[in-house]
């Protein structure tokens, strides 16, 4: 064979075979009866040939033509499979795609989404990294992430208050309750926020979301929070309230379960409304890799 014969001439040559005659596959083919014989004549003089024999009924295939066949039709089922690759491929996103975590994972349900990640778009590469949400946050406008958890308060995502230049999705809403060391019931169970300051405080970093949500609380109040001790993770403070160093935020799912497995003391009259969102810089918000994080979230939450 000189040259190799085009998709167009082999289908040609299959379609033919299957049907018996040139008229019907003509007719399959979309094509003029020319134009098919054409095509098989083609094939019939760059193989050296003679693919049909002309009968009573129509076209029979040579017994030459019959040792061909076979391999015809797996060149068209693996050109048909290869398009059908490259349609898939032409969607496929690709990339790597740096996340900003906080807290826990079950709470940001991580390790679900990394799941879905590898599922619906096996060539996103994710790298973690990990901060309370005010490092995330400047992590981003750094763009040393892609994007990040984040939690604040409702009306600071709602009203845009954090930054402009942020594009943000709320996922969650829950709520903060004040928790104390064992045995401090009394102090706390009842009493308001001007009360609450005085009393001993674990303090967080100011760019946690505690800090920034008790600055905000204090201040409307006009009293200062009285801080003891200073530290910058969830289960760290636990530890340090359990130890009986003084009072903390916590969430309210941890908060009822830390009273009734350990009898921390919880307050019962204040609470603090919270979020969690997803954010990523505006202008990157339609970016394949971050679009398609922002879309597993928004329907699995």
Not at 17 to 39: C, D, F, I, W, Y
Not at 179 to 195: C, F, L, S, T
């Amino acid at each position: 064979m000189d040259r190799l014969s085009n998709i167009n001439t082999l289908l040609a040559f299959v379609t033919v075979a299957r049907e018996g005659s040139v008229s019907k596959a003509a007719e399959v083919l979309n094509l003029t009866q020319p134009a098919v014989s054409h095509q098989i004549r083609r094939l019939s003089e760059e193989t050296g040939i003679t693919l049909f024999r002309r009968t009573a009924t129509g076209l029979q295939i040579t017994q030459d033509g019959t040792a061909i066949l076979h391999k015809a039709e797996q060149v068209l089922a693996a050109m048909s499979d290869f398009r059908r690759s490259a349609r898939q491929q032409e969607g496929r996103v690709a990339g790597t795609l740096k996340i900003g975590t906080i807290v826990d994972p079950e709470f940001i349900r991580l390790g679900r989404l990394l799941s879905q990640l590898r599922d619906e778009f096996p060539d996103i590469a994710t790298e973690l990294i990990h901060g309370v949400s005010g490092e995330i946050l400047n992590q981003l406008k750094r763009e040393r992430i892609d994007a990040g958890f984040y939690l604040s308060a409702p009306e600071a995502i709602s009203h845009g208050d954090e930054d402009d230049t942020i594009h943000a999705v709320r996922l969650a809403d829950f709520s903060y309750r004040v928790i104390a060391p064992v045995g401090w019931d009394k102090w706390i169970e009842h009493a308001g926020w001007r009360e609450l300051a005085a009393l001993p405080w674990i303090g967080t970093p100011e760019a946690s979301v505690h800090n920034r949500l008790l600055a905000s609380i204090f201040a409307e109040h006009g009293c200062t929070q009285n801080v003891v001790a200073l530290v910058d993770q969830e289960a760290s403070m636990l530890e340090m309230v359990r130890s009986g160093v003084g009072l903390s935020l916590c969430r309210e799912s941890i908060a009822l379960h830390q009273r009734q497995s350990f009898g921390l003391a919880v307050c019962n009259t204040v609470s603090v409304p919270a979020c969690l969102s997803i954010t990523t810089l505006k202008r990157r918000k339609d970016t394949p890799v971050v679009s398609a994080l922002f879309g597993l979230l928004q329907s699995t939450w």
